[in-house]
């Protein structure tokens, strides 16, 4: 079954407005989580570590104020994509990390479409 | 050089072909290395881990040679479900877990 999961899995939005987009840890507590987006034909790249309890961490050329991190709990951590325009449109894909496996697993990402 | 390059493909390929794709990365101190698997419009996930003794898994090998900086997958037998885009990732120097650097893929259509 799905480690991880994403809400929602497709967001069409206005420019100008802001979306949410909820990723959670199914299986297992997790003190950190990761962002990533992909635009087309592009690698993933990541954006900011999310870590519980405290600010998030960003990549170079990530505005932090733009994408806010908000990593309240263990299971939960949300992106809010603030004042979207047609350039952010991407696919957003968080990630958490199983430590025993050695493994990082992928939420099922949330296409975002701003017009 | 980009950090991880791979050949965009796509590969072509008939049903039990075998199929070789390739990678280099630039940073000479990495210390993981994988492959995963991309389907359309979904997420990546796990296809193996690459070790430096090279492993195997099923009809899938992946190769690592340090000296060159240079990662390979070999696909046996190709099927119709391997069509999917591959991903090359590799760490950060001195990165946690979530430090990965992914390639751009490399495109694969099995046909019948």
């Known amino acids: 079954g799905a480690v991880v999961s994403q809400h929602p899995s497709r967001v069409i939005c206005k420019s100008g407005t802001s979306v949410k987009i909820e990723c959670r840890s199914l299986d297992f507590q997790a003190t950190t989580m990761f962002w990533y987006r992909q635009f087309p034909k592009q690698s993933l790249m990541l954006m900011a570590t999310?870590?519980?309890?405290?600010?998030?961490?960003?990549e170079q050329g990530v505005e932090k104020d733009k994408f806010l991190i908000n990593h309240a709990s263990l299971t939960l951590s949300t992106l809010t994509v603030t004042s979207a325009h047609p350039e952010d449109s991407s696919f957003y894909i968080c990630?958490?990390?199983?430590?025993?496996?050695?493994?990082?697993?992928f939420g099922p990402g949330t296409r975002l479409t701003v017009l | 050089r980009k950090e991880v390059e791979q050949d965009p493909g796509p590969f072509n390929v008939p049903e039990g072909a075998t199929v070789a794709f390739n990678c280099t990365y630039s940073?000479?101190?990495?210390?993981?290395f994988f492959w995963y698997r991309q389907d359309c419009r979904k997420e990546p996930k796990l296809l193996m881990s690459v070790y430096s003794s090279g492993n195997e898994d099923g009809r899938f090998t992946a190769q690592l040679n340090r000296a060159s900086q240079y990662i390979s997958l070999l696909i046996r037998d190709s099927k119709l479900s391997d069509s999917a885009t591959y991903l090359c990732?590799?760490?950060?120097?001195?990165?946690?877990?979530?430090?990965?650097?992914f390639g751009k893929g490399t495109k694969l259509s099995v046909k019948p």
């Open positions: 990630s958490v990390v199983q430590r025993s496996y050695n493994e990082q697993f």
């Open positions: 999310s870590n519980e309890g405290s600010k998030a961490t960003y």
């Open positions: 940073n000479s101190a990495s210390q993981s």
């Open positions: 990732v590799v760490n950060k120097l001195g990165g946690s877990q979530g430090n990965l650097i």
